[in-house]
């Protein structure tokens, strides 16, 4: 056993020093190999720049093909290139180039293992870029922001150039210009037997109304283009395949209105000449070749150029010259408005995009740019159907393109509008193939973006405002070699809402309001086989939300929704089709199959029936405490008890009405809430202190009380009282006015005032001050304070025995109350003002009745409302006392017929009125706790 496990042993070893050994052999020549290979090392021989109508190129080139990885970096703006294991010839240095958008080229190296050069180029402005290799160099081409326009020429004889010119702009030669909208049209000229080869000399001319400036060569010049740049204004002629031994750039001032200066240089495969100018001019301006050159004539050419560009734009039939012109205009043609039957986006390789534009025929076109980021394409004598009046909206695709619109121009229905919103300015090219608009634009430097950040475009308002103006009518039949497809055909078998001609506003809107419950962002989508979480992915990115789509969620989806609807309806339309459901919380809207959500739905349900139980349960064991509330201002038992909740079957509580306390024992929280609700309802009761003073006071003095004390607002409270009539409402600023004098003893009118912005204090001085001058007798001055809602009684007078035979014929005497007595009960309102509840009993003695005394009693009672500190009067009780007497000489006074020589009589009549003056005031002590 143990010669065995020697064996294994040794074994052991010796494999294990094998592995070592193989493992250093291999690293030995790992090394080695490492140490015997080079690095590859290209130079970079030169950077240059070249311009053309619209791109900037800068050249890289090198001894070898190179490697790269270019970086754009935002501050300072521009883009580096870094190639590794390449070096600097000694001639590449750092250069400021002469032009408006590259600020500097800077070429550094990087000091690593292997070497790395650096090349930084400077912009003045973001453009996008792009690095080509040609060969063994790198092109970096910069694309110019501002679009090129083409200016129209003035052919000296119209009627012959006319063909030509039509006939150039289907041919293919639109695509070698720099920007679709700069179309250059070539002046046509005798052909001559030798093209230019070189550059001769340059000339210019100042006439009255403009420069002429003139290129001579050694030849014909036939290969040319012409565009303006707006910023800063200058005018650019390429002329191609002319040499020029100029090595550098060349200036010529003419400093004139129409041309500052003129700047000339050559490229390998071309002539540049620029002429600087003012914006005023830019289309103005015309190209002519001759034999052996060009010329360029700036000024003096407009009105002919405008004249020109109207009628390239109207396109009248040209018939001035001959009767017989209009046979040779094709009424179908020209009569008959063509409808758009496509309009569709593509997105192609390498971020580029193009714009598909077909008609029932062929139309004329044109496309210009309305805005930095914007472009317009008009379709003369051309409708759009309702249906195709809808925005397609690109955001979410690698394009330049974020916005396609096709509406109807407000000032003509006859011309149809495509509103094409650009992310960037890129270069765009327009062709036209029989009945077909493609417009191709190149890759943008800006990515794809959600919906929610592509902000609705200006001309939106004006779309809206023109569409309410918007009559389309059915569209007429095309003669028939020119229709190949129906309009409305297609469409009505894409959604059974399409009409057979297109909707009028006034439908949309109506469709819009019976789908009121859907207010999310319309869109218009066709899916056919869709897998459904592409679908979902297209919603998300329309409302915003979130979506978390479950892992059972699965299936495709088909529909074809060429009428823009909102996206909710269409989410609840997929869910439908696909027995799916949401649960929407926050800002996250879960998708799930019904059933999952039918059992999550069960176990929710499940959950909170067990909570409520534990909840009960928990109640149900939990602890009892008792606790005392001394009530301070309240009843316990009236005002307290009634509103105290118990927990059912355990809680209880008591009043201990001689402390004037509740005791509650129940759990914590209704506790808690118990002491919430007594604080609330045991607070201070507000007190009313009440002054008053009952005077007797004169008819006069009662009348200065209307005309001076500032009586308001007429009576509070008249009634018909005894015998005497108090009208209604008499009482206007003037107490005495309502009281005019009773004709009967004992008949009394009582009627309530208000005297306001009068304190107690002056009507007390007042009354003193009156009583002094006999006016007025002041018979009390009671004050009384009572707490709110407490009645408070003033009660004055005499009480006069009245003689009485009892049972057993013994007189005795019976006291009545001769008396004034007074009830008010006080209410403080919650915006401190007093209400109060009045009643007034006046008692007084009557006539002797069969020699018996009478008594008489008059009352009133009423509710007002008054200010806190206004005084109210009670008037109308009067006292009249008429006194006769009769006095002369005994015996001859009674004689008849002449007593009256022998006697005098006299009579007195005094009329006294009761006023009572209440004034209520607020009195609150402060809350303790």
Not at 105 to 119: F, G, L, M, N, Y
Not at 131 to 143: H, P
Request: hydrophobic share 35%; proline share 6%.
């Amino acid at each position: 056993m143990n010669k065995k496990n020697s064996t294994l042993l040794k074994l052991s070893v010796a494999v294990l020093l094998l592995c070592v050994y193989l493992i250093g052999c291999v690293s030995h020549t790992v090394s080695k190999k490492k140490e015997e290979k080079p690095f590859p090392i290209k130079r970079i021989t030169a950077v240059t720049v070249e311009e053309d109508a619209d791109t900037v190129y800068v050249w890289v080139k090198g001894n070898g093909i190179l490697t790269y990885t270019s970086v754009k970096q935002p501050s300072p703006l521009g883009v580096i290139l870094y190639l590794p294991e390449t070096v600097f010839e000694a001639a590449v240095t750092a250069m400021e180039p002469d032009n408006d958008f590259i600020g500097s080229i800077k070429a550094s190296k990087i000091e690593a293992e292997a070497p790395t050069s650096r090349i930084e180029i400077v912009l003045k402005q973001d453009l996008p870029y792009a690095v080509d290799r040609d060969g063994s160099n790198l092109k970096i081409s910069f694309k110019k922001p501002v679009l090129a326009k083409a200016p129209e020429i003035v052919e000296d004889k119209p009627v012959e150039k006319k063909k030509p010119d039509l006939e150039d702009k289907d041919k293919p030669k639109e695509k070698e210009k720099p920007e679709p909208v700069a179309i250059s049209r070539k002046t046509e000229t005798q052909q001559p037997e030798k093209p230019a080869a070189s550059f001769d000399s340059l000339s210019f001319e100042k006439l009255k109304d403009g420069v002429t400036i003139s290129v001579k060569a050694d030849g014909a010049i036939t290969k040319y283009n012409a565009f303006t740049i707006e910023s800063p204004a200058r005018i650019v002629l390429d002329l191609y395949d002319l040499k020029s031994p100029l090595g550098k750039e060349k200036h010529v001032a003419i400093d004139t209105q129409w041309v500052k200066r003129i700047r000339y240089y050559g490229y390998p495969d071309r002539f540049r000449l620029v002429v600087d100018t003012t914006k005023e001019y830019l289309s103005s301006y015309r190209t002519t070749p001759f034999q052996t050159g060009i010329q360029i004539q700036v000024g003096g050419v407009r009105a002919e150029a405008e004249k020109k560009k109207a009628e390239t734009v109207e396109k009248p039939p040209v018939a001035e010259k001959d009767a017989a012109a209009p046979k040779m205009v094709s009424a179908a043609e020209t009569a008959q408005a063509a409808w758009v039957n496509r309009i569709d986006f593509t997105s192609e390789a390498e971020g580029k995009s193009a714009i598909l534009i077909q008609t029932t025929r062929p139309v004329e076109y044109h496309i210009q740019k309305v805005a930095d980021k914007q472009l317009q394409l008009k379709l003369f004598n051309t409708r759009i159907p309702d249906y195709r009046q809808r925005p397609l909206i690109t955001t979410r695709f690698e394009s330049a393109v974020d916005r396609i619109t096709p509406f109807h121009s407000p000032a003509s229905k006859e011309t149809a509008l495509v509103s094409i919103e650009l992310r960037e300015e890129v270069p765009f090219l327009p062709t036209q193939t029989d009945t077909l608009i493609k417009i191709n634009f190149d890759a943008s430097s800006v990515p794809p973006r959600p919906f929610e950040e592509a902000k609705l475009p200006a001309w939106k308002k004006a779309l809206a405002q023109a569409a309410k103006d918007l009559q389309v009518q059915e569209p007429e039949p095309e003669p028939k070699s020119e229709i190949k497809v129906a309009e409305p055909k297609p469409e009505k078998k894409d959604t059974e809402s399409a009409p057979s001609a297109p909707t009028s506003v006034t439908d949309q809107d109506t469709t819009e309001v019976k789908l009121s419950k859907f207010t999310g962002e319309k869109i218009a989508l066709d899916f056919y086989e869709t897998d459904i979480k592409n679908v979902f992915r297209i919603l998300r990115e329309v409302s915003g939300k979130n979506f978390a789509i479950d892992k059972d969620v699965s299936g495709k989806v088909t529909l074809s929704l060429h009428k823009p609807v909102p996206w909710d309806q269409v989410l609840d339309l997929v869910l439908r089709m696909n027995q799916l459901g949401t649960v929407e919380e926050d800002d996250i809207i879960r998708v799930a199959t019904i059933a999952t959500l039918t059992n999550e739905s069960g176990l929710r349900k499940s959950e909170a029936a067990a909570e409520q139980v534990a909840k009960k349960q928990e109640k149900a064991l939990e602890s009892l405490v008792t606790e005392y509330f001394s009530i301070s201002y309240a009843n316990a038992s009236t005002d307290i008890l009634p509103h105290v909740g118990l927990t059912p079957n355990r809680g209880s509580v008591t009043v201990d009405e001689r402390n004037n306390q509740i005791i509650i024992t129940d759990t914590a929280e209704m506790i808690r809430r118990a002491r919430e609700t007594i604080r609330k309802i045991d607070q201070v009761t507000p007190q009313v202190l009440i002054e008053a003073r009952v005077v007797e006071a004169t008819a006069s003095f009662s009348r200065e009380i209307g005309t001076q004390w500032n009586v308001t607002g007429g009576p509070i409270f008249t009634r018909e009282v005894g015998n005497g009539l108090i009208p209604e409402g008499a009482l206007d600023y003037n107490i005495s006015a309502t009281n005019p004098p009773a004709q009967s003893l004992g008949v009394i009118g009582i009627n309530f005032s208000k005297l306001t912005g009068t304190p107690f204090e002056i009507v007390n001085a007042q009354l003193l001050a009156a009583e002094s001058q006999g006016d007025v007798n002041i018979i009390s001055s009671p004050s009384i304070l009572t707490l709110d809602n407490k009645t408070a009684k003033i009660k004055q007078g005499t009480q006069i025995p009245i003689p009485k035979l009892d049972d057993s014929g013994n007189t005795v005497f019976e006291y009545r109350d001769v008396d004034l007595e007074l009830e008010v009960t006080p209410h403080v309102t919650p915006d401190d003002r007093i209400a109060m509840e009045i009643k007034i009993t006046k008692n007084e003695l009557g006539t002797i009745i069969n020699n018996a005394q009478s008594f008489t009693t008059k009352e009133a009672k009423t509710e007002l409302l008054v200010n806190n500190g206004d005084t109210v009067v009670i008037g109308g009780i009067r006292k009249s006392r008429r006194e006769t007497g009769e006095s002369g000489i005994p015996g001859l006074m009674k004689v008849p017929f002449i007593s009256w020589l022998f006697k005098s009589q006299s009579k007195s009549e005094d009329l006294e009125e009761l006023l009572i003056f209440i004034t209520p005031k607020i009195i609150i002590l402060k809350q303790r706790d």
